[in-house]
């Protein structure tokens, strides 16, 4: 595997004549200081990506709660890198983009929404996790319970008690099926 990791990552050159960059999908294992920014590296590769300070700082803005999976038993941080090989063999990350995930990789918002993906599947229930971005819809439920009839709408309310977030969760709830929901 090692090999052929490093002939992609040699394929991802910038140079006089050749622009190519490189995409890779990895688990975040460590994400440590360096000389002119940060660097990681995924969990699934021994390779350092190193990010600019200005990226990093963008990243840390954007993913802040993809990031809370970093070194955690019970979370993961799913990230995807858009890279380039420098002429010193560094492998500079040009993009990235990072999703939280339960440790089964279920994609999930929070690390309450995590808990339930996880408690979900100890109680071996089949359930659909839709994807926030899918189906231009205006709103998706946390998860849908499809061992029910009707599907269960299940929402993780990890906020309560915080007034934008009630507001948002009962714009949500008037937006949702009606027949079947189940707040925890």
Partial sequence: ???????????????????????????????????HGHKLKLRQASHWYYLSSDL???????YAMAL????????????VLTFEKSRQDYLNVMD????????????????????MADRLIAEGR??????????????HPDFRLTDTAPPTVIEVLGLAGDPEYDQRM?????????DRHSAR
Wanted: charged letters at 30%.
């Fill in 1 to 35: 595997m090692s090999e052929a990791l490093d002939a992609f990552h040699n394929r991802a050159r910038a140079g006089k004549d050749v622009y190519q960059r490189g995409l890779i999908i990895g688990e975040v294992a460590e994400l440590k200081p360096s000389p």
């Fill in 96 to 115: 990235i983009a990072a999703m939280l995930a339960n440790p089964t990789f279920i994609p999930c918002d929070s690390s309450y929404e995590a808990a």
């Fill in 56 to 62: 990093y700082e963008q990243f840390q803005r954007k």
């Fill in 170 to 178: 009962a714009e949500k709830r008037d937006l949702l099926p009606a």
């Fill in 126 to 139: 089949a359930f659909e996790k839709p994807l926030r971005h899918v189906d231009r819809a205006p709103v």
């Fill in 68 to 79: 809370t999976g970093v070194d955690r038993e019970d979370l993961r941080c799913v990230a």
